[in-house]
């Protein structure tokens, strides 16, 4: 019951958007203009006033904030001639412009049903070799403070996959871990997020072949460890903003946890 009362609070919570998406033309390119809604500094103050009182290791980040970080990161991790990611960044207003980037968000393609089951796990390892890809970069965290890479919201809606190049482009970097948390366990949680947000478009008995796939890719002993004792509390019980991320009901994530930890189990660590 309480596990169903937090979801539902948890869809109310998702469904609100700090940022507008359009398409601007330049040139003969196509871009990306990424903003903040008015009022949404209220917002982010309040709701990073819930996340610390639920317990989570996570913020979403000031308008200046993010738009350092989210600069940083694309500059880091998509070295293009046309990257033009900063345009203004006060208390007020933030924006940031980015290439059109191909493919489509995870979500989308897992909920197109007429991809077969094979393709679509596909497409959830694809993201999940991207983002391993990304965790063994390090980056600047703001003064001075270089540690490697965690996304912080790695949902299927927050990475672009190409069926034509089987690859995964991440976007959205409005949240980050705080770093109190280990490195291991902020990059464990974004497994976590990937997998369980891809779940949701997922049917219960296709899980067993979703945690079979996951088993297959090589992910470092120690961040596996830290996965294994977070799917141990997810299996329990999930916090409103997990539910928010990944609006899972209490027997799907169950059966989610169980298959993954049997798959973790089982494996050879390295």
């Known amino acids: ?18 940022n507008r998406i359009e398409l601007t033309h330049e040139n003969g390119r196509t871009y990306v203009l990424k903003s903040r809604r008015r009022g949404t500094t ?4 309040l709701g990073n006033c819930f996340l610390r009182m639920t317990g989570e290791h996570v913020e979403v980040l000031s308008n200046e904030e993010w738009i350092k970080w989210e600069r940083s990161v694309l500059e880091t991790f998509y070295q293009r001639d ?11 207003i933030s924006r940031i412009k980015t290439p059109v980037f191909p493919g489509v968000s995870l979500h989308d393609f897992l909920s197109n049903h007429e991809s077969s089951l094979d393709e679509r796990i596909d497409a959830v390892m694809w993201a999940l070799i991207s983002l391993l890809e990304m965790h063994q970069v390090e980056l600047d965290w703001g003064r001075g403070v270089c540690r490697r890479f965690s996304h912080g919201d790695a949902t299927a809606r927050n990475v672009l996959v190409c069926r034509e190049s089987r690859s995964a482009v ?11 948390r280990s490195e291991q366990e902020r990059q464990a949680e974004d497994i976590r997020v990937l997998l369980f947000s891809s779940a949701t478009k997922f049917i219960n008995f296709e899980f067993r072949q979703f945690a079979n796939a996951f088993s297959k890719v090589m992910i470092p002993q120690n961040v596996i460890k830290c996965l294994k004792t977070q799917l141990e509390v997810s299996k329990q019980q999930m916090t409103t903003f997990q539910l928010a991320q990944s609006p899972l009901s209490r027997k799907d994530a169950t059966t989610l946890s169980t298959l993954l930890l049997d798959e973790i189990n089982g494996r050879d660590l390295f």
């Open 82 to 92: 046309d990257l033009h990611s900063f345009i203004e960044a006060t208390p007020f």
């Open 42 to 45: 209220i917002s982010v103050f």
């Open 1 to 18: 019951m309480f596990h169903e009362l937090r979801r539902i609070l948890a869809v109310i919570l998702a469904a609100y958007r700090l």
């Open 170 to 180: 991440w976007i959205d970097f409005d949240t980050r871990h705080f770093l109190e």
